[in-house]
C-alpha cells in the first residue's frame, strides 16, 4: 500500500470542518474574486488599442464614446460607465492588451 | 491475361497504395516520433485480423491542381478486425497523404466505416491525424465534418466509440472526438484545438505554444476533454486494447466475463481508512482491495482527481466504479467532478455496467467561482445520470457523506438498488460542528464558557447523528457492514441484480442539465 507524503498535505476548509488533503493545480491556481469596480475600466477581450479619446482631467457623460478596442477584427467603442472625470489612463494606440487589463480609471 | 498475372496485378497496385504517401513522408512521419497509420491499425488489432475497405478510392477534386494529384486511399484507412478475438471497426487518417487532411472522398470513407460499425453493432475506432479540412475541396470538407458528426450522435449509446489523437486534430475536426465515448492522448504528439496558436495571435494578441494551448497534457489535465492519456503510442495503443476487454461490443450485450479471481492486495480495508472523517487516504487502494486481480483501469485520472472513475472487475463481470477521492480536495463535488462523474455513470447505463459507488465526500465544494462556473446546472448532471441510470446501483458508504452530496451520490433516494455503509459512516446534513453551531446556538451563545459547552454539543449532536444507524433506522441503509465484507456483499448484490428489470417512463428522450 502506498504511503501518503505528508508534505503534500495542506489543510482544507469546507464549511466548518478543515481537512488534510492535497489540492488540484486548477485549485490551487484558482484566481480569487474581487468585486468589480465601476471605476476601473476594464477589457473584456483582448485586443489591440486603436484610439483613446480622452485625456486625463476630461470631463464625460456616461455613454460616449472613450476608447476604441480592436478585437475579432471588430472595433469596439469603450463607453463611459457613469457621468465622471477621467483620472489615470494605462494605454495608448497601438498597444496589444490582454483580457482584464486594466484600461483607464475614472471618476 | 491469365489469372496469376490478374492477381500479379493486383498485388502491386495494392502495394502501391499501401505505401501512401511515400518514402519519403513516412520518413517524416517516423522522424517526429509518429507510427503510419497502417502501422497503428496493425499494432491495435490481432495479428492478420485487419481487413482493409475502400483501399482504392480516389478523390474527385477537380480545382487548384487537384486534377493532377493522386493522393492513394484518400489519405485514410478504413476497416475492420478484431482486438482480442472481438471485432471492431476502424479508420486512420494517414498523415503521410496530404497531411490527412480532410476532402469527400476521405469524409465518405469514414462515415461508410460508421455506418458499417452501427450496422453491425460492434465498437468503432478513429485514429485521428489530420491537418484538417482539405481548403482545395471547399464545402464539401464541411459537409464530411458534419456527416461524421452525425452519426458519431446516432451511434452514441449504441456502440461504444472510441477516439485517438494521434497528431494535429483541429478545428472542426475536434467536435467528432469530443461525441465519442473515450478519447485517448499521448505526450507530444497529439494536438488538440479550436484555433490554433497562429490565429489567437493575429486576432487576440495572445502568444502561447501549441502544446500549452492544446496538447496531450491540457486536454488530461485541465480541459478534461481526454480520457486516458500515455507517454508514447505503444503505451496508448495497449490503453485501448485493456479498454475494449472491460466494454460490450454494443448496448444490448455485455461485456466479455473473465475468469474469477480474487484481489492481489490482501491488506483490510479497515486499515486504510482512518476513522478520523479529516484524514485522507487513497480510494483507489480501497478499490484495488474489492475488485478481481486488484485490477483497476481508471479513466481520467489526472482530471479533476477529486473523484475516481474506471472500471474493475468483481466475479469476472465488468463493474464501473464512481468514488470520492479524500485524498485531493477532500473528496468534494465540484463542477468539474460532477461532469466526469455524470458521463460516465451513462457510459455505464448505456452499455448495461452496474455502477458501484463508493462515497467518502464532505459536500459541493463552496466558492465564488464555483458558483459562478455553474456548479448548481452541472452538479445536477449527477443527478440526473444516477436518477435515470437503470443498470445495477450499489452504493458504499465509507465514512462521510454529507450534505447534498450525501443525495447525489446514488442515494436510496435517486433509486439505488443496495445501500450498504460502514460502522464509521456519518450520514447528515453538515458536519458535525457546523451542525452544532446551529443548532445550539441559543446555548453555547448563553453559556458561561461557550467553547467548552460548543465541545460538548458537538459531542452531543456527534453521538446522536454522526453514524450510520439514524439513516439504517429509516431503512435509507440497508445494511450497516463490517469493511471486510465489502467485496463479498458486493458480489452478492451483482449476483442478486443479474435479472435486473427497471424501466424510465417512455419518452424522446430527457433534457439533461448538458
Known amino acids: ?26 485549485f490551487a491556481n484558482r484566481k480569487p474574486y474581487v468585486a468589480p469596480n465601476p471605476n476601473n475600466i476594464v477589457s473584456v477581450i483582448p485586443g489591440t488599442v486603436v484610439e483613446v479619446n480622452v485625456k486625463v482631467g476630461d470631463v464625460v457623460k456616461a455613454g460616449e464614446s472613450i476608447m476604441v478596442l480592436e478585437s475579432m477584427k471588430m472595433q469596439n467603442q469603450i463607453a463611459m460607465p457613469h457621468d465622471g472625470k477621467i483620472r489615470t489612463i494605462h494605454v495608448a494606440a497601438g498597444d496589444r492588451i490582454p483580457k482584464h487589463h486594466l484600461m483607464i480609471e475614472v471618476e | 491475361m491469365s489469372l496469376k498475372k490478374h492477381i500479379l496485378d493486383l498485388r502491386k497496385r495494392k502495394e502501391q497504395v499501401e505505401m501512401g504517401g511515400g518514402e519519403k513522408a513516412i520518413e517524416k512521419q517516423e522522424a517526429m516520433g509518429k507510427m503510419t497509420a497502417r502501422k497503428r491499425i496493425l499494432s491495435l488489432l490481432d495479428e492478420g485480423s485487419f481487413t482493409e475497405y475502400d483501399l482504392f478510392v480516389e478523390h474527385e477534386a477537380r480545382d487548384f491542381g487537384m ?13 475492420t478486425g478484431t482486438i482480442y478475438g472481438a471485432p471492431i471497426c476502424i479508420f486512420a487518417q494517414d498523415f503521410t497523404v496530404a497531411g490527412g487532411s480532410l476532402g469527400l472522398m476521405h469524409a465518405r470513407k469514414i462515415t461508410k466505416i460508421m455506418d458499417h460499425a452501427l450496422k453491425m453493432r460492434v465498437p468503432l475506432i478513429g485514429i485521428n491525424d489530420s491537418g484538417g479540412a482539405r481548403i482545395q475541396e471547399g464545402v464539401n470538407s464541411l459537409a464530411g465534418y458534419g456527416e461524421i458528426f452525425y452519426r458519431n450522435t446516432l451511434a452514441s449509446g449504441v456502440i461504444p466509440q472510441i477516439s485517438v489523437i494521434l497528431g494535429p486534430c483541429a478545428g472542426g475536426a475536434v467536435y467528432s472526438p469530443a461525441l465519442t465515448d473515450f478519447v485517448f492522448v499521448v505526450d507530444q504528439i497529439s494536438k488538440m484545438f479550436i484555433t490554433g496558436p497562429g490565429v489567437i495571435k493575429s486576432v487576440l494578441g495572445e502568444e502561447i505554444s501549441m502544446e500549452d494551448l492544446g496538447g496531450a497534457r491540457v486536454h488530461a489535465e485541465t480541459t478534461g476533454n481526454a480520457h486516458f492519456f500515455a507517454n508514447s503510442e505503444a503505451e496508448c495503443l495497449e490503453q485501448i486494447k485493456k479498454l475494449i476487454t472491460f466494454i460490450p461490443w454494443n448496448n444490448t450485450k455485455k461485456a466479455k466475463a473473465f475468469p474469477p479471481k480474487p484481489p492481489k492486495e490482501k491488506g483490510h480495508l479497515a486499515d486504510i481508512i482512518p476513522a478520523d472523517p479529516k484524514q485522507p487516504y487513497d480510494v483507489r487502494e480501497v478499490i484495488k482491495g474489492i475488485v478481481d486481480d486488484s485490477d483497476f483501469f481508471e479513466i481520467q485520472a489526472m482530471w479533476a482527481a477529486n473523484i475516481v472513475i474506471g472500471f474493475g472487475r468483481l466475479n469476472g463481470e465488468t463493474v464501473g466504479f464512481v468514488a470520492n477521492q479524500p485524498l485531493v480536495l477532500a473528496g468534494v463535488l465540484d463542477v468539474d467532478s460532477s461532469c466526469k462523474a455524470a458521463r460516465f455513470i451513462r457510459f455505464c447505463d448505456s452499455f448495461n455496467i452496474p455502477i458501484v459507488t463508493l462515497e467518502d465526500m464532505p459536500g459541493y465544494l463552496p466558492g465564488v467561482d464555483q458558483e459562478h462556473a455553474g456548479v448548481i446546472r452541472h452538479g445536477a448532471k449527477m443527478l440526473y445520470a444516477y436518477s435515470e441510470a437503470t443498470v445495477p446501483k450499489i452504493t458504499v458508504i465509507l465514512r462521510k457523506a454529507y450534505g447534498g452530496g450525501y443525495i447525489a451520490m446514488n442515494s436510496r433516494h435517486l433509486g439505488a438498488d443496495f445501500m450498504f455503509a460502514w460502522p464509521i459512516a456519518e450520514i447528515a446534513v453538515m458536519g458535525p460542528e457546523g451542525a452544532a453551531n446551529i443548532i445550539f446556538k441559543k446555548e453555547i451563545d448563553a453559556a458561561e464558557n ?32 463490517e469493511p471486510d465484507h465489502t467485496r463479498e456483499l458486493l458480489l452478492h448484490a451483482i449476483e442478486v441484480s443479474a435479472n435486473k428489470d427497471d424501466h424510465r417512463p417512455a419518452k424522446k428522450h430527457g433534457v439533461p442539465p448538458f
Open chain 2, 67 to 79: 486534377d493532377k494529384m493522386q493522393l492513394h486511399g484518400d489519405g485514410v484507412i478504413i476497416g
Open chain 2, 450 to 481: 461557550p467553547e467548552e459547552m460548543r465541545q460538548l454539543k458537538v459531542q452531543e449532536y456527534k453521538e446522536k447523528f454522526a453514524n450510520p444507524y439514524v439513516a439504517a433506522a429509516k431503512g435509507y441503509i440497508d445494511s450497516v457492514i
Open chain 1, 1 to 26: 500500500m502506498s504511503e501518503i507524503k505528508n508534505e503534500e498535505l495542506v489543510g482544507f476548509a469546507v464549511h466548518t470542518m478543515l481537512y488534510q488533503t492535497k489540492l488540484t493545480k486548477k
